[in-house]
Every structure is written in C-alpha cells, then in structure tokens.
T-cell receptor
C-alpha cells in the first residue's frame, strides 16, 4: 500500500508569491493534518481536516489556508509568501482524529524555499 | 511557550549500548505520547506510543517509559544500531480532537 504522498518535493518561490502544496493520504484514512517544520524545530501544527471539514487550526496567519477534497486528498495554500515561510511542510494522515490510539503517518514533505 | 521539551539536542552512543532519549511536558491534559524517528529528506516515521494509563510500552528494541507525576517520558533503544542514527521527536496529544505537539528533537548518532 502507498504511504502518504506529497507534491512537489521541492519548490522555490519569491516573496509575495502564492504557493499550493498537495497531499494524498493513506488509502482509507479520512483525516489529514498539515505541519510546518523550520530548521532546528519540531513540526508545528497548521491545520487538520476530517471528512472535508476543518477540525483544527494552529497559530498561523490567515495567509495560510487549506481544504480537503471528496477523495480525502488535501491542498495547503499560502499567500503573500514571506522569507520566514521557508520550511519543510509535512502532511500526515490518520484514520480517525479522535480517541486513542492516535498515530499519524507522515509524508516525505515539501521543501519550500522563499527568496 | 514549549509544551513538549527535548532538552538534549544531540546524543552519541556506541553500537550495542543503550540509547536513552528524554522528553518532558508541561500540559497535564496530554494523555497520549508518541515517538517519531526522522531521517534526512524523509518525513517522520512513527516508532512507538504510550497511553497515560500505562507506564511502559515495549516493542522489540524500543521501550517507552512514562512518569506522569514527573511529566516525563523516555525512549530506550537497546541494543543501539548504526541504522538508529536519526532525529527523534517526542510528541503528545490530548484525548479528543487535538493535534500532535512536538518537541524540537534529539539527534542520535550511533557509532560503530
């Protein structure tokens, strides 16, 4: 079975531009979460979607948005890019976002560089 | 304000010896804890977890210990192998719809 897939692998953008990152969860998983990992830090929660509805949002500005599609894949959009948005963006899927156990399975990430 | 802390940025251990990675948390609502391993250019890989109703969980060479009164958990790897060299993240969540909160990670180097 395929794991979580993300595209693109790497991306270079200029300040002020817009970016869209994509994620396909593990087959059968209905929950997708997005995390940002800057160098030297642990992943930081951005969004969680379950059954196409937003279930949680981290402490990120409104420039960040996301959505989940009927096939449970997801997009993360970032507008008006800043240099500080340069990071590894991770997508994680899980079968159910509530209860225990609550293991999330991560994709390889998209490395975004803003110049 | 970090709710999950991994105070050792790096750890070096000889092959065959025990590796002990530590993690502290401040939020008493956390009741589920996970360890992830991350290699360069890959996403974090789930390793082992523990619920707050337990104080120990074992899976092969990996054992996680939880001390709720001290708000402390540790990951023991024995025996350590060179392939264990990676960054290890401690993460926590509360029951219900809450996301994972990660520590900054500890880079483990296992020397042959």
């Amino acid at each position: 079975d395929a794991g979580v897939t993300q595209s693109p692998t790497h991306l270079i953008k200029t300040r002020g531009q817009h970016v869209t990152l994509r994620c396909s969860p593990i087959s059968g998983h209905k929950s997708v979460s997005w995390y940002q990992q800057v160098l030297g830090q642990g992943p930081q929660f951005i969004f969680q979607y379950y059954e196409k509805e937003e279930r949680g949002r981290g402490n990120f500005p409104d420039r960040f948005s996301a959505r989940q599609f009927p096939n449970y894949s997801s997009e993360l959009n970032v507008n008006a890019l800043l240099l500080g948005d340069s990071a590894l963006y991770l997508c994680a899927s899980s079968s159910n976002p509530t209860g225990i156990p609550y293991e999330q399975y991560f994709g390889p990430g998209t490395r975004l560089t803003v110049t | 304000d970090q709710q999950v802390k991994q105070n050792s940025p790096s750890l070096s251990v000889q092959e065959g010896r025990i590796s002990i990675l530590n993690c502290d948390y401040t939020n008493s609502m956390f009741d589920y804890f996970l360890w992830y391993k991350k290699y360069p250019a890959e996403g974090p890989t789930f390793l082992i977890s523990i619920s707050s109703i337990k104080d120990k969980n074992e899976d092969g060479r990996f054992t996680v210990f939880l001390n709720k009164s001290a708000k402390h958990l540790s990951l023991h790897i024995v025996p350590s192998q060179p392939g264990d060299s990676a960054v290890y993240f401690c993460a926590a969540s509360a029951a219900g719809n809450t996301p994972l909160v990660f520590g900054k990670g500890t880079r483990l180097s296992v020397i042959a």
